[in-house]
């Protein structure tokens, strides 16, 4: 009994000795290669099998190193150095906190609350240097959308958190853009881009013509796997094993109604029945008669070919007569412009036709106002036209959701109003 007391005592000794050892490893960081050595205190927490025991810890801290090696990546060094910083400290108090609850507790705490600023001045959590408000700005593009027909790079999926997409970038313009065209591949609108650009919207872009833009969205639903439009952001987000992995801006049906012809697109859920490569169109008998109604041929179908309105690739779902296809009409990405069918930009359609599989599930929404709060504790707001006239009140759908959310403290109630008037279709920051 002695003797296995005794390996037991020397057992907690070895392992107390060790993570004391790592705890004077990371404190000696030095701040001449922060990437080297954020990897070597990951390395190090991994080594020590810290790792299996707190694996959310390690999963945050992860993350973390992710966003700075995405800056990295982009020759970011300012902004790339703070989030290895701030992996660094986090395995820091990871290490403290294997010996100690109370520091795994502060842990959570910090987490919840830092913001990459303080690196800046290296403040450690329990320091007292002070913490600048402005938030590190978002991450640069992990994944890219080439616009193959046009040759030009679009960023149309920028992680910022697991809550947004989209970024604050800028669009080099090319042979053959218009406005018109640029709004359609970047899922904006042509007044945003007038507006931020300061442009005379009727003078032709130029080549080379650098255009500022802002497409950051919420994630409005999350699916283990599947496809989730929201009609209001003309948005689809597409998950696979719970993550997303493509958002393409859509054009959706025409608010018009009248007695004879309602083109709004539908909400409810579906399933993906078909996939067809140069598909024929079967023109619907509504369509037949608006056609009649406007003097026009009347067409029972249509060949593929460059005639067919839904260009070379269609997905049918399982909602009746509703179609996710490419279209001849780039241009009307990101607008209400169909017969309720969901249209994509053709060259990000390719893509997206290869990935989708039949019996994929999905599900057309109608969320016009969306709220989501940032790993770093920002409160975001996106507030759309309530383009349908479902909505009960924009401003009573989103101070709703801040109530819901218990965010009333933390929000900034003059951006709010802003947000909420402008309705420009943008996530932004409300943040107090």
Not at 72 to 89: F, K
Not at 105 to 123: C, G
Not at 261 to 268: D, E, F, I, L, R
Request: hydrophobic share 40%; glycine share 6%.
């Amino acid at each position: 009994m002695k003797i296995l007391f005794a390996h037991k005592t020397l057992l907690i000794r070895s392992l107390t000795f060790s993570v004391f050892a790592f705890t004077l490893f990371v404190a000696r960081i030095s701040s001449a290669d922060t990437r080297l050595d954020a990897i070597s205190a990951i390395a190090g927490l991994r080594m020590t099998g810290l790792a299996k025991k707190m694996p959310d810890e390690m999963k945050s801290l992860d993350a973390t190193f992710a966003i700075a090696e995405q800056y990295y990546q982009a020759n970011d060094t300012t902004n790339s150095d703070q989030y290895y910083l701030l992996t660094i400290q986090k395995a820091r108090i990871l290490a403290a906190g294997a010996a100690n609850q109370t520091a795994l507790l502060q842990f959570k705490a910090y987490e919840q609350t830092v913001k990459p600023d303080i690196l800046q001045n290296k403040a450690t959590p329990d320091s007292a240097a002070p913490a600048t408000t402005n938030p590190a700005p978002a991450p640069p593009s992990v994944a890219e959308t080439t616009d193959a027909e046009q040759g030009q790079e679009v960023h149309s999926v920028e992680i910022v958190s697991e809550t947004l997409v989209g970024t604050t970038g800028a669009y080099t313009v090319i042979k053959g853009d218009t406005l018109r065209l640029v709004a359609a591949k970047l899922g904006v609108s042509r007044q945003h881009l007038s507006r931020i650009n300061k442009l005379d919207a009727k003078a032709p872009l130029k080549i080379g013509q650098q255009l500022k833009y802002n497409n950051r969205k919420i994630i409005p639903l999350r699916m283990q796997e599947g496809i989730v439009v929201n009609i209001p952001d003309r948005t689809l987000y597409y998950f696979q094993q719970g993550k997303m992995i493509r958002s393409l801006p859509v054009a959706l049906g025409t608010p018009t109604k009248n007695e004879k012809y309602v083109w709004q697109t539908p909400t409810g859920k579906f399933k993906i029945t078909s996939k067809q490569k140069n598909p024929t169109w079967y023109v619907p008998t509504s369509i037949q008669a608006e056609m009649e109604e406007e003097g026009k041929d009347v067409l029972i179908s249509v060949p593929p070919g460059p005639d067919n309105p839904l260009g070379k690739f269609a997905i049918k779902t399982s909602i009746p007569g509703i179609l996710i296809h490419s279209t001849t009409q780039p241009w009307s990405i990101y607008s209400f412009a169909s017969h309720g069918c969901i249209r994509v930009y053709p060259a990000q359609m390719e893509d997206f036709f290869k990935e989708v599989k039949v019996n994929t599930p999905g599900e057309i929404i109608y969320q016009p106002v969306k709220l989501a709060v940032t790993e770093q504790g920002r409160v975001f707001l996106e507030v759309h036209r309530d383009v349908y006239s479902k909505s009960i009140g924009l401003a009573a759908e989103a101070r709703k959701l801040i109530i819901k959310n218990r965010l009333s403290d933390r929000v900034d109630w003059k951006k709010f109003e802003s947000v909420v008037t402008q309705k420009l279709g943008i996530a932004e920051d409300i943040t107090m």
